[in-house]
């Protein structure tokens, strides 16, 4: 069984509002969505992938605070989480810790994503307004410890790039684990991505195109880093960039071939993936058919 961690992916809808005098503003509704349903039902549906998901205010609160309890997951995935979920917590806003005379300390998380990975863990990193750089900057994703890991650099300003006309997509490898036997040939338009910098040594499965005159930017990037591997994803899995991205046809075998290859539990011959392996508590004992030696441009550069 592979287990995944899912960090995003919803969120809660207010309105409408009315104005029914200069006096009086209501709101008269509120529903919470989960945008990443299609996507985790995806991923479990063959009963081999079990997904936990934290959404964006669980993140801030429950993400795991230690490297051991990031281990009893398999694969981590983080969709439209601003960076700054992971490195906040709510001790440091309570009127408590502040009076108190203790001394607030608390581990830095995207670091330990890091040594997530390096120990044998997969990330999936999912572009979006509040993921790579972002929107107006807000991801600040740029300069972390878990952009070491990555097989992309992000720019250090806002990185959206929108296309309400649509992304033309071009498959750089059809042979890949995560490419192989999908109809990219019926790959449908991004309404919008995140542009970034490949780093040296990478293997770049995708780009995407703005238009006829724009550059073949990442897309779909992987990376071996130390005994773990990574993964960007430039556009978004969820509305809005994402919503004719989820309809497509091969939307879930996509996803869940990634998964399996972030997990170390692809088939190497084309055929359905064996079941996947029994997590060990120092995430090494599938990994070591990699190298540990750091491929892709290596750890920390």
Known sequence: MIKVLYAGGAGVMFGPMFALSPFSLEWKGLQFHNWAKAFIDGLERGKDIQVTQLPSWEVYSSFPRRLEDLKKHDVVIIEEVEADTFYFYPEFYSPDAWTSPEIIVLPNRLELLREFVAAGGGLLMVGGWLSFQGRFGHG???????????????????????????????????????????????????????????????????????????????????????????????????PHWGVNFMKWGGYQQFWRQATQWLAGSESDTGEAPTPARTRQSALTPTRNKRTSKHQGGGGRT
């Open 140 to 238: 600040v994703w740029h300069g972390t410890p878990v952009e070491e890991a990555l097989p992309v650099i992000f720019q250090a300003t806002d990185d959206r790039v929108e296309t309400p006309q649509g992304a033309a997509v071009s498959i750089k490898s059809r042979t890949h684990p995560v490419m192989r036997g999908i109809a990219w040939d019926k790959f449908p338009p991004l309404l919008g991505y995140n542009r970034a910098t490949v780093r040296p040594g990478v293997q770049v499965l995708a780009t995407v195109r703005s238009g006829p005159r724009g550059p073949d930017d990442p897309l779909i990037v992987v990376r071996e880093y130390e005994r773990g591997r990574t993964m960007v994803f430039a556009s978004d899995t969820t």
